[in-house]
Structures are given as structure tokens and as C-alpha cells.
């Protein structure tokens, strides 16, 4: 590995992470996630903070240490346990139906192979767990099956937010 990859690009992540707009959204969908929850690309750990009381522990999977390193004084302020998995959600290293919800934020976009992705997080949520997702928009069609959604803009940005749940909405 590189140094900029290593020391460089990991603290520039970090800190373009920490803005105010994407710390609004974090507080508003975070704290819904119970449970034993998946956090896929938990990176320096920017989102532990705002999970509740219902949660009973985070598996954090990310490629990077160097992050994972970053996100230590977060971690140590969790009031439940926070377990690394080094890797990619492309192969998530849980057993099937493991956690109650699993949380992505502005995550898919940087992994090679989403839809694997997203295939081995419906493999390891039970059946009626949720996914909790914010990315930096929505797709052309705008629709989520069974979910609720809400885009915002922040200037040249916007994100999506939604929640989708195993469960039939109708």
C-alpha cells in the first residue's frame, strides 16, 4: 500500500465525512437501527454515535484498517461492542440471517460489485430485518420496494435516505 493510501486518504475520508449535512442525516435514520446490527463501510466509525439504546452490537465491515484506527475513540464511547470485519460486503463473513439490521451510508457507490453487495446483506439479515441506507442519490426510477425514502440537496449535492424492511407493506 501506498502512503497516501494509507495515511493521506483515509484522514481526507474521514474528514469530508464529518460535514453538517451528512451528521443531520445520520441523526435522523441511525437511531432507528435495533438490535445486532451490520454496518457495511463503517470507516472511522462516524456513525456510532448515533445509534440507540436498542442496539446490542455493531459488526463494522470496511477494507480499511487505517480507518478503522481513526474511528477508535468513537468505538471506546460505545456502549455496546463494536467488532471489525476486515473486507468487502461482497463477502460478508457472517453466518445467514446473523443481524436484525444492517446500515450503509454513502457506501454502495464506492464498492466494485453492489448488487453482490446487496446480496449478502439480505443473506445476513433475518427475514424481517431492515436496511437502512443513506447514497448520494436516487436511481432514475426513484422507487424502493418496500421502503420509505426521502432525497434532500445540498447544493451541488443530494443524498437518498430510506429504510427498507423485510416486511410486506401492504
Known sequence: MNPYSKYVLPRLIDLVMRN????????????QAPGVVLEIGIGS???VPYYGRG??????????????????????AASFPVEF?????E?????HAAVDTAVSTW???SIPDPMRALSEIQRVLEPEGQLIFIEHGLARSGAYAGGKSASRHYGSRSAVAAIWTGRSTS
Open 85 to 89: 470485519l476486515a473486507g468487502s460486503a
Open 20 to 31: 453538517q449535512a451528512d451528521a443531520a442525516e445520520r441523526a435522523k435514520l441511525i437511531p
Open 55 to 76: 442496539v446490542a452490537k455493531v459488526y463494522g465491515v470496511d477494507p480499511s484498517p487505517e480507518l478503522w484506527r481513526i474511528g477508535q475513540p468513537r468505538i471506546k
Open 45 to 47: 466509525a462516524l456513525n
Open 107 to 109: 457506501t454502495l457507490c
Open 91 to 95: 463477502h460478508i463473513p457472517l453466518e
